[in-house]
């Protein structure tokens, strides 16, 4: 017997639900709820984030991928936040079983501020994650996607805007669903089978702990490239040669991708370092002159004659570490200057 699930698909500070339900003795239907939330903070002057949703599918090992709504939707983050409801993204039948990842198409990202309304640029349009969600017949499972807007939008100095998703991801099993209104969805109870918080970085992969890190230089260069880096604080330039001095505070640290090589000018010495890449999470590879040491994020240590503090890694590519970074402070103890190109 073929049990199915239906699935309701919700969107708004971002949420989405999968319930079941039976309808006969031999098809089982199942009832699957998305909805979408925002839990930004204060977003300054931006009034109005608008998010078009063009597809949703869903991934199992038996069915393959199948799409539960093809309907562009949009909805209006800032607005579902002010609210604190979740909107309606879908409502189809699934089979009952397994699915081990999720699928949005964001097509567009509008941005009102006081200058104006702006698309902003996105890494990927795509945004796929791995959880585990159960629809089982004669219940209701939900996945809620939360969107962190104040972690996901980024601003170039030119004014451009960036939105990496950072979403809050959280599927339960045998949850109570009530949809009062296509903007007016509410998920409790259950048993909870996922809750991660995934990240989308400038390469458009998305991950556990992934993002676009906070307090870079960013900027968006020819053919769309997402650049984070070039003169000033807080970056290195990823393509090419870096155009100007990034002074080192501090408290302050640099971001630099695998194989990134700087020259690094402190208290008077000269000092080449290159960030390798990362082992994994936690631990950072760092090579100064001739001498190469790993090194935890949230410590330091002297390498080739020269204080490295590792603030964060991100261990993005098992097979690629030219797209692992981190955030780096180099002569922890004091100040200098930094110069840098790419190699």
């Excluded at 699957?32 to 939330?37: E, L, S, Y």
Aim: charged letters at 10%.
């Amino acid at each position: 017997m073929k049990k199915f699930g239906n699935i309701l698909i919700v969107l708004g500070i971002i949420s989405v639900v999968f319930a079941a339900g039976c309808t006969s003795e031999t098809s089982a239907t199942g009832r699957a709820v998305f909805a979408a939330k925002d839990a930004a903070a204060n977003m300054g002057s931006v009034s109005s984030i608008q998010m078009t949703v063009q597809s949703v599918q869903v991934h199992s090992a038996a069915q393959g991928w199948t799409t539960v709504s093809s309907s562009a939707n949009t909805y209006d983050l800032m607005q579902l936040k002010a609210q604190g409801n979740a909107a309606l993204l879908a409502d189809a039948n699934l089979p009952a079983g397994a699915y081990e990842q999720m699928r949005l198409d964001v097509s567009s990202i509008i941005v009102t501020d006081a200058s104006g309304t702006h698309e902003a640029r996105l890494p990927s349009h795509e945004f796929k994650i791995v959880g585990n969600l159960v629809v089982e017949a004669n219940s209701t499972s939900a996945a809620t996607f939360d969107f962190l807007a104040d972690q996901s939008l980024h601003v170039t100095g030119n004014g451009q805007y960036i939105f990496a998703p950072v979403v809050q991801v959280e599927t339960r099993s045998n949850a109570d669903v009530s949809v009062a209104s296509s903007s007016n969805v509410q998920i409790t109870g259950g048993s909870v089978n996922t809750n991660a918080r995934y990240g989308m970085d400038i390469y458009g992969n998305v991950g556990i702990g992934l993002s676009i890190p906070a307090n870079v230089n960013i900027s968006i260069g020819s053919g769309g490239t997402i650049i984070i880096g070039g003169s000033g604080s807080g970056g290195i330039s990823l393509g090419g040669s870096a155009s100007g001095t990034v002074t080192v505070q501090s408290g302050q640290s640099v971001t630099l991708y695998g194989g990134n090589t700087v020259e690094v000018r402190h208290q008077g010495e000269s000092f080449t370092a290159k960030f390798i890449g990362s082992v994994d999470a936690d631990t950072a590879v760092v090579m100064v002159g001739s001498e190469e040491a790993s090194i935890d994020a949230g410590t330091s240590k002297m390498v080739g004659g020269l204080d490295v503090y590792v603030e964060q890694v991100w261990d993005v590519s098992a097979g690629n570490s030219a797209q692992d970074y981190a955030n780096i402070k180099f002569g922890a103890t004091g100040s200098g200057s930094l110069t840098g190109t790419t190699y």
